[in-house]
Structures are given as C-alpha cells and as structure tokens.
C-alpha cells in the first residue's frame, strides 16, 4: 500500500495556472501507473491524466495541450502542471496510484473563478 499527499491546489483566475504535486510514501519506480483524477460536485470522479513507469503520459480529450502530467522517481513525486485553467476544471483533484494495490490520496481543492 502506498499513502499519497497532494499539495498545490487553489484558487486562480481562468486563464492562470497551478501545478498540483503528488508525494508517495515510498519508491514509485515500480508503480505501473500514477495519475490524477477530479470530481466536481454532482458528478463521477474522472480521469484527468495518468503516467506510465517508462514516462509515457495519457490524458482526457478535456484537457489535452493544456496539462502536463510528469512523475520524479527521485522525489517519488508526480506532477500535474495545469496550464489555461476555465472554470469547469474546478473540482476536488486525486492522486492515484496503481501497483500491486490502487491507492488514493485525500484529494485537493482546485477552484478556478473571476
């Protein structure tokens, strides 16, 4: 079981940016996947971004070519880097992790408004 801390979320103006970091407790270089998933009010949680061990990204269509997913084996940290934030990204945001368990962070608020 790996115990997941997110950090970096907020509240920014559409259009600005955040970038939202992921501790796990121990080594992540043999974690299959990492990602992040959001759940805004009244509805599902859903799929943001996930990396791969050898560093190959997959993001939602809602969110390409604005979010950088990236993971630091070295830190055991992964990085979600949120760029041209609207306000339909504003959702509680999840880290995750799956290896030989899927594990789950406590989450972090991102809230995106003028």
């Known amino acids: 079981q790996v115990h997941l801390v997110e950090s970096g979320g907020g509240l920014v103006q559409p259009g600005g940016s955040l970038r939202l970091s992921c501790a796990a407790s121990?080594?992540?270089?043999?974690?299959?996947?990492m990602g992040w998933y959001r759940q805004a009010p009244g509805k599902e949680r859903e799929l943001v971004a996930t990396?791969?061990?050898?560093?190959?990204?997959n993001y939602a269509d809602s969110v390409k070519g604005r979010f950088t997913i990236s993971r630091d084996g070295a830190k055991n940290t992964v990085y979600l880097q949120m760029n041209s934030l609207k306000p339909e990204d504003t959702a509680v945001y999840y880290c995750?992790?799956?290896?030989?368990?899927?594990?789950w962070g406590q989450g972090t608020q991102v809230t995106v408004s003028s």
């Open positions: 995750m992790s799956a290896g030989a368990s899927i594990d």
């Open positions: 121990r080594t992540i270089f043999r974690i299959n996947n």
């Open positions: 990396v791969n061990r050898e560093g190959i990204p």
